[in-house]
């Protein structure tokens, strides 16, 4: 009988014990995060406080910004406390209702971005393209890429392209590559020889300069390849070098044939706002090429978006089968989708979560603070894109501008056989990158992985005021210019930099054509 009461009591004093265990592991620390968010203070040993000196009124201040990662902002003196352990004893706590301690929860992360990886090397550096379908904002994506320390290549100090000149452009690589496959899901493989033999001659070409280009100095001149110019003190751990051309999204099976380690980044736009977009090109060069037929009897808003939906998700089909690939130590593939209306949204959040995305993917050294002032440097002046001419008595004009983004939807206002066809041949697209229905944005509840949240202004990030911040803001984008000298107008309706200008109106005594700040956009058509 005696010894099943020592037993018993052995077994007691064991549940005791790992009781105890885990409320020091598991319970003090979220009565503790708890507290905190309720304005209370850490519960924690009391300690000496001839160890730490005290902080200044403005070194608590800053202290109390950048540590910002609780639910509910602290004071100073609160936030002090928690880095450099203050006795207890030393500041009042709270009282806080049992029920909202047990209550408490964290404040929700960031949603998730479209991504895919397959292998890994930490010591090799990736070959990082930039693609997506004309029009998307592949330039302002390079321009941060720039900011977050990553190599970029161009041969074109305006639209920041590489023009695959050395091997005489894009469209004799990209066609025959589309007539044998008929989409962008393929296996270079399989492909016929006489379509991947000069192929893969002209793409290593192509690789082979682009490599040579990253050590050069910043491009200046058109056509002249070289890097562009980074953040001062920025680097990129898991990148190479990078290059943009948007068309260079065709070819992304092939970039992954020829290069170990290989990272795509995919930049998406609306397919709605693609379709009624000035630059055509994709259409115009590769529908044929795709299906077979022109398709002319079916409006150009229509075949645009069937190539838009097409093409982005058949990458993104492709791109997750790499995923679901084994490779080894030798080889490696990464994936990242940016939707180009995050960088230029008004929430501070959702720029701050996709700046954070591409930071993570590219392996910037940017602190999260860096990163935050990022988003803060790039605000609302992002917005302006179209731009419609409105006359106001002879020789008078006034610029309307509207949305940049979005501009479908007045477009479409009123017409919903053409919407409900839009969304027959884009609803791919749409559906997988959540355009329709509408995906999960960030706001400014959320925090990134490791709990931060942005909450800096452009004074604490150092710029003078917000109307510099805008105008730091507005020389990275290129609206479409006008120009007006005495009869001669000129007018390029354009909705990216490095468009096509679509129009000139010429009514001089000589025909001349005064460009004004048009900067190096081409001239495709010319109306008289």
């Not at 014990?17 to 003090?28: A, V």
């Not at 047990?102 to 090799?124: C, D, R, V």
């Not at 491009?219 to 751990?237: C, F, H, Y």
């Not at 909450?455 to 210019?481: H, K, Y």
């Amino acid at each position: 009988m005696k010894a099943n009461k020592s037993k018993w009591r052995i077994i007691l004093n064991l549940i005791l014990i790992i009781c105890g265990i885990l409320y020091i592991w598991y319970l003090f620390p979220l009565l503790n995060s708890a507290i905190r968010a309720h304005g209370g203070n850490s519960i924690r040993p009391d300690i000496s406080t001839s160890n730490f000196r005290p902080k200044t009124s403005s070194q608590s201040q800053s202290v109390a910004v950048e540590t910002d990662r609780t639910i509910s902002t602290t004071s100073p003196e609160e936030t002090i406390a928690k880095d450099i352990d203050i006795p207890i004893k030393d500041i009042p706590v709270k009282d806080i209702p049992i029920h909202e301690i047990l209550s408490y929860k964290p404040p929700p992360i960031f949603p998730s971005p479209i991504k895919f990886t397959s292998g890994s090397n930490k010591e090799a550096k990736a070959v990082l393209v930039v693609g997506g379908t004309d029009g998307s904002g592949t330039r302002r994506v390079v321009q941060i890429l720039t900011q977050l320390g990553v190599t970029m290549v161009s041969e074109d100090p305006e639209t920041y392209d590489i023009h695959a000149d050395i091997v005489g452009g894009w469209p004799p690589i990209v066609s025959p590559v589309l007539a044998a496959a008929k989409t962008l899901n393929y296996n270079p493989k399989l492909l016929p020889k006489q379509v991947s033999m000069p192929l893969s001659k002209s793409l290593k070409s192509l690789l082979d300069l682009a490599k040579r280009d990253s050590v050069k100095p910043q491009s200046q001149i058109l056509a002249v390849g070289g890097a562009l110019k980074k953040t001062a003190g920025s680097s990129s751990s898991e990148v190479d070098f990078g290059f943009k051309a948007p068309v260079a999204m065709t070819l992304v099976p092939w970039w992954s044939e020829l290069l170990p380690h290989f990272k795509f980044l995919h930049v998406l736009r609306d397919g709605r706002d693609i379709a009624f977009s000035v630059n055509q090109g994709p259409v115009e060069k590769f529908y044929r090429d795709m299906y077979g037929t022109p398709d002319l009897a079916m409006a150009l808003p229509l075949r645009a978006i069937r190539l838009w939906s097409d093409w982005n998700h058949q990458i993104y089909e492709w791109a997750q089968l790499q995923d679901s690939t084994s490779f080894d130590s030798t080889h490696s593939f990464g994936y990242l989708a940016i939707h180009s209306e995050d960088l230029v949204s008004e929430v501070r959040a959702v720029r701050f979560a996709a700046i954070s995305n591409l930071a993570k993917f590219v392996g910037s050294s940017l602190t999260a603070r860096d990163l935050c002032c990022l988003a803060v440097r790039h605000t609302e002046f992002m917005g302006s894109h179209d731009r419609t001419p409105k006359q106001q008595g002879l020789g008078g004009q006034q610029k309307q501008v509207s949305s940049r983004y979005g501009k479908w939807k007045g477009l479409l206002h009123g017409n919903t056989a053409l919407s409900q066809e839009l969304y027959r041949l884009g609803g791919p697209g749409l559906r997988t990158f959540g355009y329709e229905p509408m995906r999960t944005l960030a706001n400014e509840s959320m925090v990134d992985e490791d709990g931060y949240r942005c909450t800096l202004t452009a004074e604490e990030c150092g710029f003078a005021n917000i109307e510099e911040t805008n105008n730091i803001a507005e020389e990275l984008q290129q609206p479409e210019m006008w120009a007006v000298a005495n009869k001669c107008e000129t007018f390029g309706n354009i909705d990216y930099i490095g468009a096509d200008i679509s129009a000139f109106v010429m009514d001089g005594e000589d025909n001349s054509v005064v460009v004004g700040n048009v900067f190096l956009l081409r001239i495709v058509s010319i109306s008289q």
